[in-house]
């Protein structure tokens, strides 16, 4: 069976700093499942599709390719509101399934496993995950880290407003019927409020070792 890690929890608490350093530590293939629904908002903005046009989005779901998950203009305040919009969309969702599962399962040639970050990667997309991981953080802090991430792109922000939009996504996320934010039964959950990244990495290595003692 593959090797498989989920790293579920809201944005900016720190999913995609631990997911690149597990995936550097233990030779993992990594996705970053919000890219998926990144691409369907800023396609659909850009094609003037509603948000709330469930068939046309799904649409545009099944019809992604990798290669989009590659675009420069994935990471702007329209795009993460447009995310968050397109993700409450079960038709959506599951377009989106097919490309995540498959993925996990058969990460490229070269890997150990892989490993996915996102809301929901290890309560719906990889139930099976051998090590499932839940990162929090108090939302002032993260709504910080969002400011400075983008004021290190070079994108013009107000802290106020990110904060505001965490709030709104935060509760948009966790209050959706389909594939809600939460912890998986089975996850460990870290708040990294008050840790660094290198302090998150290494209570994440101990859980993935004492997961695999106990599995030999
Ligand atoms: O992690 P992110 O900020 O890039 O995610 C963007 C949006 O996509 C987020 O508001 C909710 C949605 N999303 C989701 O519903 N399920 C995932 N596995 C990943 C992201």
């Not at 203009?73 to 377009?95: G, N, P, Q």
């Not at 490993?115 to 108090?138: E, M, N, S």
């Not at 969002?146 to 004021?151: H, P, S, T, V, W």
Request: proline fraction near 3%; include cysteine.
């Amino acid at each position: 069976m593959t090797f498989i890690i989920t790293i579920d929890g809201p944005s900016g608490a720190g999913k995609g700093t631990l997911a690149r350093a597990l995936a550097h530590h233990y030779n993992l293939a990594l996705l970053d499942t919000g890219l998926l629904y990144r691409c369907v908002g800023v396609k659909a903005l850009q094609s003037g599709i509603a948000l709330d046009n469930q068939l046309r989005l799904a649409q545009i779901a099944q019809t992604l390719h990798p290669e989009d998950l590659t675009r420069y203009d994935l990471r702007t305040h329209e795009a993460s509101d447009a995310s968050s919009r397109v993700a409450v969309f079960h038709d959506v969702r599951e377009a989106l399934l097919d490309f995540q599962r498959e993925f996990a399962e058969n990460p490229p040639a070269g890997f150990q496993g892989s490993i996915l970050d996102g809301r929901d990667t290890g309560t719906v997309i990889c139930p099976h995950a051998r090590v499932k991981f839940y990162i929090t953080a108090q939302v002032e802090i993260r709504a910080k880290r969002r400011f400075k991430e983008l004021q290190a792109r070079g994108i013009q922000s107000i802290y106020s407003v990110v904060l505001k939009d965490m709030k709104e996504r935060d509760l948009r996320d966790s209050q959706r019927t389909e594939a809600p934010l939460r912890a998986a039964a089975d996850a460990l959950t870290l708040d990294t409020s008050m840790l660094s990244p290198e302090e998150v990495l290494k209570k994440a290595i101990a859980f993935v070792e004492m997961r695999r003692s106990t599995e030999r």
